[in-house]
């Protein structure tokens, strides 16, 4: 069984990555995201481990995501990250890229006309990089287009 470490903003975010859930629910997961009531509603019954915020331009909460990542990481040794932002993926995909664990970024749905920050700032360390429209393909070379999740 593979063990899937799932890290995302809440809200919106997360909702995408609930969709891959005929994947994952064979899979061991654990969710790092944020300890807000739309986040624990939607992930009754899963090891929810929650992150700090907000993400955005805020030093702080970036360097205690990053002791987290290095925690979470060494603890638990996901075969594999799993996100699809936002700010919050960017520590965790470095400590991971650092310790050889593979990563998957999906970049969002509603985003298609223009590239993401957090897209932009994990792609050169992301094992692989997924997009749902082929306008982000365009913008994003060398990603994989693996389709729509709605």
Aim: a positive charge; proline letters at 7%; one cysteine or more.
């Amino acid at each position: 069984m593979t063990r899937v470490l799932f890290v995302s903003s809440a809200g919106g975010h997360l909702s995408q990555l609930l969709q891959l859930k005929p994947w994952w629910v064979n899979h061991e997961r654990r969710w790092v995201t944020f300890d807000l009531s739309d986040a624990r509603s939607k992930l009754v019954g899963e090891d929810l481990i929650p992150a700090h915020y907000p993400t955005t331009r805020n030093v702080l909460n970036a360097a205690r995501n990053l002791r987290l990542a290095h925690r979470v990481l060494g603890e638990w040794a996901p075969d594999v990250v799993i996100s699809n932002g936002a700010g919050v993926a960017v520590p965790f995909f470095a400590l991971a890229k650092a310790r050889g664990i593979p990563t998957v970024y999906l970049e969002v749905y509603d985003r298609i006309d223009s590239r993401t920050l957090t897209g932009r700032l994990v792609k050169p360390i992301t094992t692989k990089f997924c997009v749902q429209w082929p306008e982000q393909a365009r913008l994003n070379p060398g990603s994989v287009l693996v389709g729509p999740l709605y």
